[in-house]
C-alpha cells in the first residue's frame, strides 16, 4: 500500500476531518495486527536507556497527534519507540474554533492552533491503565485555558497527580502558543518555581506509589537565543529529568507570502528544521550532559532525524513528517539512523 495514493485523498479533506479518517483507519488495521505491515522488517531492538527508561529505538510519536491516547495500539504497530500523548488539561475542553489547522503543503507545513482540545486527565487515564503497549508511553500536561496563568502551577498538579502512576514519564508543557500567555511560563525565574514544586509533587507521588516518574520540559523554538542557556540551566537545576526541544514556532520564516501564513498559530514540519536544531544545538551546549536532551522539529528525512542525534539528543520525535511522508516513514527512520 502506498501513502503516495492516499495522500491525495487525505490532503482533499479538511485537516481535521483527514485525522479522523487516517485514525479510523489505523485503528481498523491495528485491530487485525496489520498496521505493522506499514512499518516493514524493522531491526531487532537496541534498547537506549533514557531517564532510567528502556526505548527499544530512538524515533517517538511528539505529542498533539494521540492527544487523548485513543489510537495507542496502532501507533506502536507503525514501530514507534516511544508515544507521548497530550497534552492534557485538568478539565475537558473544546479548544479553539475551527478553523484551527492549516496545510502549507508547497512548504511541507501546517499551522495549528488547536489550543489543547482534549478529553481531560481522568478519561485518557483510564485508557492508559488498559492498555497493552510495550513502549514508553509519556503523558504531556498544561493547563486550562479558563485558569488564570498565575495559578498555572494548580492546573500542573492536579494532572500530575492523575496522570503519574500511569505514564511511564511525565512532559510539563510550557511552550505551546495556543494559550494565552502560557509561553510565559519559561521566563527563568517563573520556570524554576514551577519545575521545582512538580518535582516536589512528583518525587512525593513517587515515594508513595514505589515508582518515580521521570519529568520532562517542553520548551518553545522562539525563546531569545541570549537567554536559551538561563532558562535550560533553570529547568536543570529545579530538578527536571530531561528537556524536549523544541514546541512549534510563531514565527513565519520560509513561509511568507503563503495564504495561510497569517493564521495565528504554531508552525511545524519543514520550515521549522534549522531553527529547531539550531535551538537544540544551544540546549544541548547548555545542559552539559546534565539531562538527556529530546530533539523535535522538522524532522522530515532520515537525515533530519539523524541530525538530531548527532547533535547529541537522546531521542528525537516527529509529528508533521508524518502527515507528509506517511505511516511507513516511522520504520523509514528506525531503520535509517545510527545511534552513538
Ligand atoms: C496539529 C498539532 C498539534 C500539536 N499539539 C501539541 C500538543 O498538544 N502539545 C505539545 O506539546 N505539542 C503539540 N504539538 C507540537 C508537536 O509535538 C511538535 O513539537 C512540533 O509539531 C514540531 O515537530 P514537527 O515539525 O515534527 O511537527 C502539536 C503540533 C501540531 C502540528
Known sequence: MAYSLFRPILFALDPERAHHAAFAALDAQAALGLARIWAGALPAPKPIRVMGLDFPNPIGLAAGLDKDAKHLRGLAQLGFGFIEIGTLTPKAQPGNPTPRMFRLPEHEALINRLGFNNGGVDDAVKRLQGRDTRVPVGVNIGKNAATPIERAVDDYLIALRAVYETADYVTI???????????????????????????????????????????????????????????VSAIIDAGADAIISSNTTIRRDGVAGHAAAKEAGGLSGKPLTARADAVLTKVVSASAGRVPIIGVGGIMSVADAQRKLDIGASLVQIYTGMLYRGPGFIGDLVRGVKVR
Not at 193 to 219: C, D
Open 173 to 231: 508543557n510550557i511552550s505551546s502558543p495556543n494559550t494565552k500567555n502560557l509561553r510565559d511560563l519559561q521566563a527563568p525565574d517563573s520556570v524554576a518555581l514551577l519545575v521545582a514544586s512538580i518535582v516536589r509533587e512528583g518525587n512525593s507521588l513517587g515515594k508513595k506509589q514505589g515508582k518515580r516518574k521521570p519529568i520532562a520540559v517542553k520548551i518553545a523554538p522562539d525563546i531569545d537565543d541570549a537567554i536559551i542557556a538561563e532558562v
